[in-house]
């Protein structure tokens, strides 16, 4: 079953900081209900994350992906090439500068699951994963730029040597990824700010 999510909102940040923000991608537990652990096993010669190891959640079954991310200045794109579940998937946020400094967020995702799932439920849950990031995602540009600061990326020394992966949050006693963060409720009212326009599944 395959389906395909589309979510456009606006922080009221730079672009610089929001793409910075993507660009940490070990943190996307922090943000991304779905993902348990991330590692960076290489990057471009920009410092920019190029292969990831993943271990995720998709519809309650754990998974471990190995997806390879292209980035530019203004998008960050991934596509899964390896799954542990047979899943398939990719995806892309894209951004564009407003005339205030603020920055909208076109985020575009496609995911394949070899599971027998209606497809108003896939569609569906899709859906509301996406909004619960976004709301999730807001909050972690804003803490970390409130805080700190994004700062720049340096490229590592070797940057092209692939890591050795790791073994990924444990599981619990059913055999699924223990969340490693708490998942907000679906049914919690979402505030995204202006100029926010919901994603719609199509197949």
């Known amino acids: 079953m395959r389906t395909k999510t589309d979510h456009r909102f606006v922080i009221d940040l730079d672009p610089d900081q929001v793409m910075d923000a993507l660009l940490m991608v070990e943190q996307m537990p922090d943000w991304s209900p779905s993902h348990q652990d991330v590692r960076v096993a290489s990057r471009d010669d920009f410092g920019r994350p190029k292969r990831v190891y993943i271990s995720t959640s998709l519809m309650g079954r754990p998974d471990r992906q190995v997806v390879e991310y292209t980035c530019t200045e203004n998008r960050v794109e991934w596509q899964v090439t390896e799954s542990s579940a047979g899943a398939g998937g990719k995806g892309w946020f894209d951004l564009a500068e407003f005339e205030d400094g603020a920055t909208e967020v076109w985020y575009h995702s496609e995911l394949y699951l070899p599971i027998p799932v209606p497809g108003m439920v896939l569609k ?64 919690q009212r979402l505030d995204y700010g202006r100029n926010f326009e919901p994603g719609f599944g199509t197949a």
């Open 124 to 187: 569906r849950s899709a859906r509301r994963e996406g909004e619960t990031m976004i709301s999730n995602f807001i909050a972690f540009v804003e803490s970390v730029t409130g805080l700190q600061g994004l700062g720049e990326l340096e490229a590592p020394a070797e940057s092209t040597e692939a890591a050795p992966y790791a073994e990924p949050a444990p599981y619990d006693q059913a055999g699924y990824a223990q969340p490693g963060y708490p998942q907000a409720g679906y049914a």
